[in-house]
């Protein structure tokens, strides 16, 4: 690690491929911290669709970003107080926030947050443009990636083993369309970030996931 290099290391990639999940335990692994900027961005989802706004508002929506209000414990996000840790994975907020992520004032707003965060260093950060934007002097990058047709049935099983009636096909072609918008949109698309060691999770086990991360931090430090 060289002395301008940040101690932080940035995991992105598309749609349920399992970015926080392997974060946390890569955080775990090595005795870090981890922030969930996915979980943010759902919470302004969220935040935007409890208060039935339109992005159009843009008045409004500055009042909303002005009184954002949030908050990370552990593995738990919350909203003014409010832990929305399960709400904010709901169908609901899940078609909602691709077009509040890729909204630039959006994105301005929870950049600066993240960064003020970040700059403490030792952090794990899951996201889509946290390599590229968010921390372009991350000291290990990765971009996790899977088949549509691998991520679709991780997502699928967690939705069912929390009641919720969906059908395989309709969770793909969600993916799909975030896929599609993610990395077409204007403000920060997903990309791999250059210096980025590219991992692809279709045929590996969480476990595996995570050696492999950490080996190509403890490679580079």
Do not use: N
Not at 57 to 68: F, I, K, M, Y
């Amino acid at each position: 690690m060289t002395v301008s290099e940040l101690p932080l290391i940035a995991i992105d990639g598309p749609s349920g491929v399992g970015k926080s999940t392997t974060a946390r335990r890569v955080a775990s692994r090595l005795g870090w911290q981890y922030l969930d900027t996915g979980a943010m961005y759902r919470a302004v989802a969220l935040a935007v669709h409890r208060a039935g706004l339109e992005l159009g508002d843009r008045p409004a929506l500055e009042r909303l970003l002005a009184g954002l209000a949030l908050a990370q414990e552990g593995t738990h996000i919350f909203l003014g107080g409010e832990d929305v840790s399960e709400a904010i994975r709901s169908l609901e907020v899940t078609r909602r926030v691709t077009p509040v992520s890729a909204d630039a004032r959006v994105r301005e707003v929870l950049v600066e947050q993240q960064r003020h965060v970040g700059a403490t260093g030792r952090w794990v950060v899951d996201g889509r443009d946290i390599g590229t934007v968010v921390f372009p002097g991350a000291c290990c990058k990765v971009f996790l990636t899977a088949s549509p047709e691998a991520r679709a049935r991780r997502r699928f099983l967690e939705l069912q083993a929390k009641g919720a009636v969906v059908a395989f096909e309709e969770v793909l072609e969600d993916l799909r369309r975030r896929d599609e918008a993610d990395t077409t949109r204007a403000v920060a698309p997903l990309r791999k970030a250059d210096g980025a060691v590219e991992l692809d999770s279709s045929d590996l086990t969480l476990d595996e996931v995570v050696d492999r991360i950490v080996g190509a931090h403890l490679a580079h430090a």
